[in-house]
């Protein structure tokens, strides 16, 4: 669960998934089944697909709820011609608070490398964006019991060149490509020990007050029946959730967990 400094952070990434129309539906459901404590306590936001973007932002804005929102991927450029992608400006005039940098099914899909993750991750920070960087490993490096080490050198590499200042702005997503909307959960100690390593790495390259100031989320196969052992690890501060976030009741219970934690 995450210290005194470091705010839980629920963010549901729904991938190329809901129109806008089931958008507004899911955003507004959301809302009313949280309470205004709850969505104090436990930071929620939601990451939807670019063409929902502007009905969010018109719900969100509107009805001023207290739920933040962002994108799923921006491009390393500013503007140009670069077709197809979205830029760090068209996404924070939206009102986007966050955007998802190197998700593994980016970095599978569309070949990006860390050098491509640490571009965006400037680019993001450079326009008032918080990305989440998600680092990760395959079942392959995770049977070779390689995971800890291959998480810190996708960590290092998106981070290469930050200062501890930017640092914290940004929020780490730890991911096993294998649990990812497979049902697999890693355990809650499979999640704080790469979480956990993630932390210490951040205290080498920078600082103990850095590291202490960065989230670390958990994500694959986050479901409100397993969210709450996850989140009562030291260094796990949030989750990024996929499937159960595109159902309002299920993401909502999610967003309760610091209920079903004893303190
Ligand atoms: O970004 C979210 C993750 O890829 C997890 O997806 P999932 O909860 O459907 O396993």
């Known amino acids: 669960m995450a210290g005194p400094t470091r705010r839980p952070l629920m963010a549901g990434n729904w991938k190329m998934?809901?129109?806008h129309l089931e958008a507004n539906l899911l955003v507004q459901k959301l809302a009313a089944s949280l309470t205004e404590k709850q969505l104090t306590d436990v930071e929620v936001v939601v990451l939807p697909p670019y063409t929902d973007l502007r009905t969010v932002q018109t719900a969100v804005e509107g009805d001023k709820l207290l739920i933040g929102y962002g994108a799923?991927?921006?491009?390393?450029?500013?503007?140009?011609?670069?077709?197809?992608?979205?830029?760090?400006p068209l996404l924070a005039k939206l009102g986007c608070t966050y955007v998802v940098v190197g998700h593994s099914e980016?970095?599978?899909?569309h070949h990006e490398s860390d050098a491509i993750c640490n571009a965006k991750v400037k680019a993001a920070l450079t326009h008032g964006l918080t990305p989440i960087l998600c680092v990760g490993e395959g079942l392959d490096v995770r049977e070779a019991g390689r995971h800890v080490?291959?998480?810190?050198?996708q960590l290092e590499g998106a981070l290469s060149g930050l200062t501890a200042e930017q640092v914290v702005k940004i929020v780490v997503a730890y991911e096993p490509v294998w649990a990812i909307g497979t049902g697999k959960t890693a355990t809650p100690e499979d999640a704080q020990?790469?979480?956990?390593?993630?932390?210490?790495?951040?205290?080498?390259?920078?600082?103990?007050?850095?590291?202490?100031?960065?989230?670390?989320l958990y994500g694959g196969s986050v479901k409100a029946s397993n969210v709450a052992a996850?989140?009562?690890?030291p260094d796990v501060d949030g989750g990024l959730v996929g499937g159960a976030s595109l159902d309002a009741e299920e993401f909502a219970q999610i967003c309760r967990f610091p209920e079903h934690i004893a303190r």
């Open 72 to 88: 799923q991927d921006l491009s390393p450029h500013a503007s140009g011609a670069y077709t197809g992608d979205i830029s760090g």
């Open 230 to 233: 996850t989140m009562a690890q």
């Open 149 to 153: 080490s291959h998480c810190a050198v």
């Open 193 to 216: 020990e790469v979480c956990g390593s993630v932390r210490e790495r951040l205290v080498e390259l920078y600082d103990q007050d850095t590291a202490a100031q960065v989230r670390i």
């Open 17 to 19: 998934n809901l129109n």
């Open 106 to 109: 980016r970095r599978i899909h």
